[in-house]
């Protein structure tokens, strides 16, 4: 397992960049799983929980809904508002 690059943005800024082992968020169609070179998509979130591994702990996010976009080695995440 390696690592790729987070980044979760709002519209006041930047919340997070950084190198994660997994991202685990919650889609509109169910919670998905996040490795290094995962298929690229897109996809709309639902409100919950954004958990990652960062720097051997995980860390938590709670956003209001959003949008992912995943291409293989960069994960970027747009939250309408944390919580």
């Not at 987070?6 to 997070?16: A, C, K, N, S, Y």
């Not at 051997?56 to 960069?74: R, T």
């Given at each position: 397992?390696?690592?790729?690059?987070?980044?979760?943005?709002?519209?006041?800024?930047?919340i997070?960049?950084g190198?994660?082992?997994?991202v685990?968020?919650?889609?509109?169609?169910?919670?998905?799983?996040?490795?290094?070179?995962?298929?690229?998509?897109?996809?709309?979130?639902?409100?919950?929980?954004?958990?990652?591994?960062?720097?051997?702990?995980m860390?938590?996010i709670?956003?209001?809904g959003?949008f992912?976009h995943v291409?293989?080695?960069?994960?970027?995440?747009?939250?309408f508002?944390i919580f």
């Amino acid at each position: 397992m390696g690592k790729f690059n987070l980044e979760v943005i709002t519209p006041e800024g930047r919340i997070f960049e950084g190198n994660v082992d997994v991202v685990s968020i919650k889609g509109i169609e169910g919670r998905m799983n996040i490795l290094k070179d995962h298929t690229p998509l897109i996809s709309e979130l639902s409100p919950g929980a954004i958990e990652f591994k960062a720097d051997g702990e995980m860390k938590v996010i709670d956003v209001s809904g959003g949008f992912i976009h995943v291409a293989p080695h960069k994960v970027i995440i747009i939250a309408f508002t944390i919580f």
